[in-house]
């Protein structure tokens, strides 16, 4: 589905994505720092409020990507950095289409969420809540791209406080602890923590299809792939034969003939630049362009550097 989108709006696409979020959250800044905090002055204009957008606000639906995180100014800065680079990184692997899709896909399931949640309360209590859009953030969107980018580069690392190297992989789990600590205590909060969760669920929905995408479903193309795959290898087994002569004092030992099954580990990922494989150089990770026409892989070397194939 995603390449029939590709082939029919992938001119519309908008490149380098993370760039205009960034411009967002500078915007964001400015007008915090000419208005105040964010609920007072023109930033609480810019909230996702459902009550509001149901009542004709409809530019909420996009600027509250605008608000900046709630932190201190620095450690802010360093945080949208990080995230910008996660982002491009993103962007060159999964292509400028599957990158668009993924984050505003996150971004209109949040807005659902919000709109759900405020009909759902309307309906049940009869009171019209107003005070949803501190809860509905960008800080769980930068989680999911977080999350993403572990998921492709899971031994990729990073320096945790400047100067300790942690593995990718490690910080995700990291990362899910700390939020499902938020949703123990939203749920300790009663009816009150239940924004929080929602807001929760939202952000992460987006990070699921992908993984799911990614670890369990597979399309007809990844199927053929993977079946042309353990076609060429055998299952990586192969039959070697030898014959024994040992001669033995016993006059009733003869020679015998021997077939035996010897398992030859072999190399799964191989790079078409290099030829470099997971076992020769096993820090190295490898992708299948999705660019290139055919099958080709390549190492984390030049996965972004090759010439497509076309």
């Not at 959250?25 to 957008?53: C, K, R």
């Not at 639906?61 to 605008?66: A, D, G, K, N, Y």
């Not at 205590?185 to 009150?192: K, L, S, T, V």
């Amino acid at each position: 589905m995603l390449d029939k989108l590709e082939r029919k709006l992938g001119k519309y696409a908008i490149p380098r994505l993370m760039n205009w979020f960034i411009a967002g959250y500078v915007i964001g800044y400015i007008l915090m720092a000419i208005s105040g905090a964010t609920n007072s002055g023109i930033l609480s204009l810019m909230t996702l409020e459902p009550y509001y957008i149901l009542h004709g606000q409809i530019w909420r639906i996009i600027t509250w990507v605008m608000i900046p995180p709630a932190q201190n100014i620095i450690f802010a800065i360093i945080m949208i950095i990080f995230y910008w680079q996660l982002g491009r990184a993103l962007e060159q692997v999964w292509g400028t289409f599957r990158f668009n899709v993924y984050m505003f896909g996150g971004m209109i399931i949040t807005v659902i969420a919000a709109i759900i949640l405020y009909l759902v309360a309307w309906a049940v209590t009869g009171n019209q809540m107003i005070s949803l859009g501190n809860y509905f953030t960008t800080d769980y969107i930068n989680l999911s791209i977080f999350l993403a980018f572990a998921l492709t580069f899971p031994e990729e690392r990073v320096l945790l406080y400047f100067f300790i190297p942690v593995k990718m992989k490690w910080m995700a789990y990291l990362y899910l602890i700390f939020v499902a600590i938020d949703v123990i205590q939203a749920i300790g909060m009663g009816m009150a923590g239940i924004p929080i969760i929602v807001a929760i669920a939202a952000s992460l929905v987006n990070f699921l299809i992908y993984f799911l995408q990614t670890k369990g479903f597979r399309g007809p193309r990844q199927s053929r792939r993977q079946r042309d795959f353990r076609r060429r290898y055998n299952g990586g087994q192969q039959w070697s034969y030898w014959q024994n002569n040992d001669s033995s004092s016993d006059s009733n030992s003869q020679p015998k003939d021997r077939y035996v099954k010897s398992r030859t580990r072999q190399a799964k990922h191989k790079c078409c630049i290099c030829g470099r494989t997971e076992l020769t150089n096993p820090e190295l990770d490898f992708r299948y362009c999705t660019k290139c026409n055919g099958n080709y892989e390549y190492c984390s070397d030049h996965l972004f550097t090759h010439t497509h194939v076309k």
